[in-house]
């Protein structure tokens, strides 16, 4: 699996040559074209790519990125009334968590709520008019400092390949779009890790 290769590329050390942690973070790219209808877990019939979240058609994209910001791995499209959280689960996830045991954190949104073990995600805020412990507020805003650049990788690629702000062409090929993208800016960055 190439997602366990990068993994095993870059070793959890701080420096240079190898990553504190990575940045798992999802995006929509608004699409043109659907047709697709599904069964909802509510047992009704639903359009798979209306994401609800942006209130039109889309793709759900899911990338790991270096603290830098430097989108490193991107999964397949999955549609977009499809939550973070599963689309994660379905491509990504395993291999995190086998990053994970040998010390690479994962830092994500409250998006990946209950992903598990190596994933970090803010601290919800308790119901009715409590408020978070100053301890719980202070690590939900490291957490937030540390996510942060993650957030560029997508702006890398969304703003520099305006192909991907939206998708004309078929749906399902989102994903290719994107990792052909993702070549190009490791190219740009100068990016090129050695493969083993």
């Given at each position: 699996?190439?997602?366990?290769?990068?993994?095993?590329?870059?070793?959890?050390?701080?420096?240079?040559?190898?990553?504190?942690?990575?940045?798992?973070?999802?995006?929509?790219?608004?699409?043109?074209?659907?047709?697709?209808?599904?069964?909802?877990?509510?047992?009704?019939?639903?359009?798979?790519?209306?994401?609800?979240?942006?209130?039109?058609?889309?793709?759900?994209?899911?990338?790991?990125?270096?603290?830098?910001?430097?989108?490193?791995?991107?999964?397949?499209?999955?549609?977009?009334?499809?939550?973070?959280?599963?689309?994660?689960?379905?491509?990504?996830?395993?291999?995190?968590?086998?990053?994970?045991?040998?010390?690479?954190?994962?830092?994500?949104?409250?998006?990946?709520?209950?992903?598990?073990?190596?994933?970090?995600?803010?601290?919800?805020?308790?119901?009715?008019?409590?408020i978070l412990s100053p301890d719980n507020r202070t690590y939900n805003r490291l957490l937030r400092?540390?996510?942060?650049?993650?957030?560029?990788?997508?702006?890398l690629l969304k703003g520099r390949w305006r192909t991907l702000q939206h998708i004309t062409v078929?749906?399902?090929?989102?994903?290719?779009?994107?990792?052909?993208?993702?070549?190009?800016?490791?190219?740009?960055?100068?990016?090129?890790?050695?493969?083993r």
């Amino acid at each position: 699996m190439l997602l366990r290769a990068i993994l095993d590329h870059v070793p959890p050390a701080f420096g240079p040559d190898g990553l504190a942690y990575v940045i798992l973070d999802g995006t929509l790219i608004g699409i043109d074209r659907c047709a697709e209808q599904i069964i909802s877990v509510k047992g009704e019939p639903i359009d798979a790519w209306y994401a609800g979240k942006v209130h039109q058609h889309a793709g759900n994209l899911q990338a790991l990125s270096a603290p830098s910001g430097l989108p490193l791995w991107i999964a397949e499209v999955e549609p977009g009334s499809v939550h973070d959280l599963t689309a994660a689960r379905t491509h990504v996830l395993g291999a995190l968590y086998a990053a994970a045991a040998r010390g690479l954190p994962t830092h994500a949104d409250s998006g990946y709520d209950g992903a598990g073990i190596g994933i970090h995600t803010p601290i919800r805020q308790p119901e009715g008019n409590q408020i978070l412990s100053p301890d719980n507020r202070t690590y939900n805003r490291l957490l937030r400092a540390l996510r942060c650049l993650g957030e560029r990788g997508f702006a890398l690629l969304k703003g520099r390949w305006r192909t991907l702000q939206h998708i004309t062409v078929s749906p399902s090929r989102i994903g290719d779009i994107a990792r052909a993208a993702l070549v190009l800016i490791h190219f740009e960055h100068n990016y090129l890790p050695a493969i083993r």
